[in-house]
Nanobody
């Protein structure tokens, strides 16, 4: 059974940085998504199994970077220059299939979510 354990959220001020981690029980295509209050879940970033392909949502392109340490089956989301609008619950997700996608429908295992709050 695939398991994901997230960590790294917290309360920060605008302009600060945070790094989220997601430890998986194997190597999979991984995605990061977020959901703000009263909003739908949205794609943030993804990284394929090898770490060669790392698409980002336009809203985070530049300040956010996804990476992975395959020896640890862990993926990371480095978030720099955080803004209040980045406040959300962040989820990592695993795609245990063969296709790599940015669509939430492709991801079949989800982490528990971690709260990121950015104050102005």
């Amino acid at each position: 059974q695939v398991q994901l354990v997230e960590s790294g959220g917290g309360l920060v001020q605008a302009g600060d940085s945070l790094r989220l981690s997601c430890a998986a029980s194997g190597r999979y295509h991984m995605g990061w998504f977020r959901q703000a209050p009263a909003k739908e879940r949205e794609f943030v970033a993804a990284i394929d199994k090898r770490g060669d392909n790392t698409p980002y949502a336009d809203s985070v392109k530049g300040p956010f970077t996804s990476s992975r340490a395959n020896a640890k089956n862990t993926v990371y989301l480095q978030m720099n220059s955080l803004k209040p609008e980045d406040t959300a619950v962040y989820y990592c997700a695993a795609d245990t299939g063969l296709l790599f996608s940015t669509s939430a429908r492709q991801y079949d295992v989800w982490g528990q979510g971690t709260q990121v709050t950015v104050s102005s």
